[in-house]
């Protein structure tokens, strides 16, 4: 029961990182595109920086590691995360584009195993449901594998019917 309820709470989290990353992906058609980074520790408004506690640069993560405990509780995995737009679906094969919409930052294949657990737009689904130009964030450890992706046209519901995690994007309608 357990692990089935742990499952759940990491597919969610998957799906709202997701939905991050998708809002991020849509914000940045906004921005304008410069060589050079700058980082500001000042909270981007009430409640914290936009797009949550790993936005430090100008939008959400599209790769990332992070060390976090295992299932069991008895130790640790690393999470390899990688979050962009489905450039093609082969077999097990899933090539993803990171990015923004205006800014490649590469190109990737993740191999899906056979036991992850995959959602489309909402709903569990299979590998080979995904399409070219879906948004997809895919989690992986050695407790697991979790596929989120949603059409353009698919609008998430916010968890359990309130705001946005981290509340509405600034000057942003709400979701729902």
Avoid: W
Wanted: aromatic residues 4%; charged residues 15%.
């Amino acid at each position: 029961m357990r692990f089935k309820g742990m499952t759940r709470v990491a597919a969610i989290g998957a799906l709202c990182a997701l939905v991050g990353a998708g809002a991020g992906i849509a914000g940045s058609s906004a921005a304008t595109s410069s060589k050079s980074q700058s980082r500001s520790a000042a909270p981007g408004g009430p409640g914290g920086p936009p797009g949550g506690r790993f936005r430090v640069g100008g939008g959400p993560p599209v790769h990332s590691e992070a060390v976090v405990p295992n299932k069991a509780g008895d130790g640790f995995v690393t999470v390899t995360t990688d979050a962009g737009v489905v450039k093609s679906v082969s077999g097990d094969q899933l090539t993803i584009t990171e990015g923004t919409k205006t800014l490649t930052y590469k190109n990737v294949t993740v191999t899906v195993p056979s036991g992850a657990t995959i959602y489309r737009n909402g709903q569990k689904a299979s590998l080979s449901d995904l399409t070219t130009g879906d948004h997809v964030m895919v989690s992986s450890s050695t407790d697991g594998t979790v596929v989120g992706a949603f059409d353009s046209s698919h609008r998430p519901r916010p968890p359990h019917g309130g705001l946005p995690p981290g509340g509405p994007p600034p000057g942003g309608p709400l979701l729902g």
